[in-house]
């Protein structure tokens, strides 16, 4: 498959939903960049920052009034506050370039403005998501995956909603909400693929 023409696509997921996955796959079939945790490489080295401190900031919300001051360069309220302005600043220079994909960090609203975005929510049932934590994780206990999945779920939702003002896993602002196990990973990846195709962004 090649490009024909350039777009961008965002993908939202819940934790254990396997969205991270169908982005990379789709991204080497495609031969085009994924952008997740190397946006926080990436500022790191923009910035002269430490990194396992943007990672520990990364798509989380921070109270100013309980952390150290870590100057990003700009002038906000947090350190989350400062690491979104940054990496909203990344994603718009790189989606000028495209095309690309986006995991997450409200990508979709931060791009709503760009032509040619197609905005994705992966899902799936909790029990699969619950088995793929386990497996991926190696985690011995559902209940102890269950308890991840419903801390990243509400981590994420609490930052999208925040920045956006947007409810978050819901068919708002998305054009396609995809359910992840009704045609498994690589179902899901041909899916989207398939999708490019009548949108006439690919070709075989």
């Known amino acids: 498959m ?3 023409k350039k777009f961008l696509i965002t993908v939202g997921r819940e934790y254990g939903s396997g969205g991270k996955v169908i982005a990379e ?3 080497k079939d495609l031969d ?13 080295k923009k910035h002269d920052l430490d990194k396992d401190t943007l990672v520990n900031d990364d798509e989380r919300l921070s109270n100013p009034f309980f952390e150290p001051y870590i100057n990003y360069g700009i002038d906000t309220a947090s350190r989350s506050s400062r690491l979104f302005a940054l990496q909203s600043q990344i994603i718009r220079e790189e989606a000028n370039e495209g095309p690309a994909i986006f995991l997450g960090r ?6 709503w403005e760009y032509p040619d975005v197609i905005r ?7 029990a699969d998501r619950v088995e793929r934590i386990m497996n991926v994780e190696g985690i011995s206990e559902s209940l102890a995956a269950e308890k ?20 978050w896993g819901t068919p708002e602002g998305m054009d396609f909400m995809i359910n992840s196990s009704a045609l498994g990973i690589d179902g899901t990846v041909k899916l989207i693929e398939e999708i490019l195709k009548m949108k006439g962004y690919i070709e075989d």
């Open 120 to 126: 994705i929510f992966i899902y799936a049932p909790k």
């Open 2 to 4: 090649k490009v024909k």
């Open 25 to 27: 796959q789709i991204g």
């Open 106 to 111: 409200c990508a979709d609203d931060i791009l």
């Open 32 to 44: 085009i960049k994924v952008y997740d945790k190397n946006l926080i490489e990436m500022i790191a």
């Open 148 to 167: 991840i999945i419903r801390r990243m779920d509400k981590q994420r939702k609490a930052y999208y909603q925040f920045y956006t003002d947007k409810k």
